[in-house]
């Protein structure tokens, strides 16, 4: 969710009109096993057709010319294409190319005096980095004593996340956009950010922090978080662009999608990932005044930040990844709807366009382009695993059957640049390989170890800590670089002697070491004499059933409408993925919603 743009202060009145979309009818056998098996290996064979484009065509440049066959760079010189397609590489089960990679991919060096975007240095390669460190377990690589808080990429991913860490010293802690490798923020560089790229680190940064025990990473990412949340207007609603020196909005439309997306998806996925409620309790302040002001026949349309009056009656393709964002918090009827909307304009088009004009039932003039966004796959993938609806499925072979038919060339894929003609444009951005054939071959991979139900797991042990792997809580950034939230108890919160101590010697106190401490966090595990587990809200985010044995806190049960809650150590992990393997809830992760 990325490229945004200044919006037009235009303010438009209209007599509502949308595209009433008839919901598909798929019949129940149709997407059979052997279905679904051809179309991931026509997934699999899209994917490579691309990668070996970019291997043969550009590589070591960013990113592949599809057209032409050659490669350029575009967001930093530093293989980006690679980098991104690593975390897609272990999805589809390559260990062999994924190694090779890693090999690679060691040697490289960020000490560059090179400008670059701090927004999306930090979700693709940071976010990378990471999600390949903590996939590396499963593809055979020699793992470091002490993984996954040690590792050649984690150190690498620390080395990128430190020089990003000069954009984040302004006055208010929000950051810069750019920053220079080797030297910091550029000295003219403009105090204008727009909101995700202030709101768009708490995933990638938290991991950071919890892996490597440096708690400053995550401090700069919740600092720019709440410096974003006391900005909002009086009717809680933000803007698109900011001033990070003196906290004014530059740009006052407010909406879902371009400019702002992230941001609202990260407080959801990062109160998932490192158990802070508080974030969660912003989303659901946000979405109030969303429904509120914004929706319209399920149509999220942008307003004035300050009123709510309506200011551009558009759909965009950045906000198709809303409907993936309701399905996680359990709002997948809503979600449906939105769902559907956005396929009428692909059945219309073919493509989902950057800009649709719901109004005049046309594409935007000059945003009528489709870059191979991922956003709509990712929602039909989120909101399948929530419903387990077969017309969702049919929804993604219809992008898959447009990709094919409309876009690949003899070396890879290309940018539709008019939907209306189909016209190519001679780019295949990193994020067709990081995010859109990843979420294509997750629909249609029901059994792929991302889908994980919590029932199983991988128990692992660093120094006097333990954790479980690969039970299916996996995060992904805005880049769908999956996280898996156990690693983070391996290397941060309580010891395993702390969490014994506490759940049979509850009244004796209990104490973190300084480097596991953090503003307004808190841990604790609920009596284990307590015969079921409450089922949270989160359980279609995460895929994690939860078996009676496991015990429930009080009050981790109660509602975040009243005061807030302090948020907790642990990874929302709970019952089969909790340390030693024990079915117990870690309290502060149940939440009414």
Known sequence: MRYWFTLCLILVWWDLGSISGQRPIVPETYYTEEHLSDLRDEVRELFYHAYNGYLNYAYPLDELQPLTCRGIDTWGSYSLTLIDALSTLAVLGNHTEFRRVVNVLSELSFDSDINVSVFETNIRIVGGLLSAHLLSHRTGINLEPGWPCNGPLLRLAEDVAKRLLPAFNSSTGMPYGTVNLRHGVPPNETPVTCTAGVGTFIIEFGVLSRLTQNPEYEAVAMKALKALWEHRSGIGLVGNHINVETGQWIATDAG?????????????????????????????????????????DDWYFWVTMTKGTVSLPVFQNLEAYWPGVLSTIGKTSDAMKSILNYHQVLKHLGFVPEMYDVQ????????????????????????????MDKNLLAMGEDVLRAIQHSTRTPCGYATVKDTRDHRLEDRMESFFLAETTKYLFLLFDSDNFIHGDGMSGKPHRVASRSCMLDTGAYIFNTEAHPMDAGALDCCHGPTDRDIWQKVWFPKESFETSPSDSYDDVT???????????????????????????????????????????????????????????????????????
């Not at 609202?264 to 309790?281: C, D, F, I, N, T």
């Open 256 to 296: 879902i999608g371009a400019a702002i997306d992230s941001y609202y998806e990260y407080l959801v996925k990062g109160s998932a990932l490192l158990s802070r409620p508080e974030l969660m309790e912003m989303f659901l302040h946000y979405l109030d005044g969303i429904n509120r002001y914004m929706r319209k």
């Open 523 to 593: 841990s604790f595990l609920s009596s284990p004499s307590i015969e079921t587990c409450k089922k949270t809200a989160w359980q279609s985010f995460l895929w994690v059933k939860h078996p009676l044995q496991c015990s429930a806190s009080l009050s981790a049960s109660k509602s975040w409408s009243g005061k807030r809650r302090k948020s907790s150590n642990f990874s929302l992990m709970t019952c089969e993925a909790a340390p030693f393997m024990q079915r117990f809830c870690v309290g502060g992760e149940v939440c009414d919603i």
């Open 360 to 387: 005049q039932r046309e594409v935007r003039p000059q945003r009528e382009g489709y870059p191979l966004r991922p956003e709509f796959i990712e929602s039909l993938m989120f909101l399948y695993r929530a419903t």
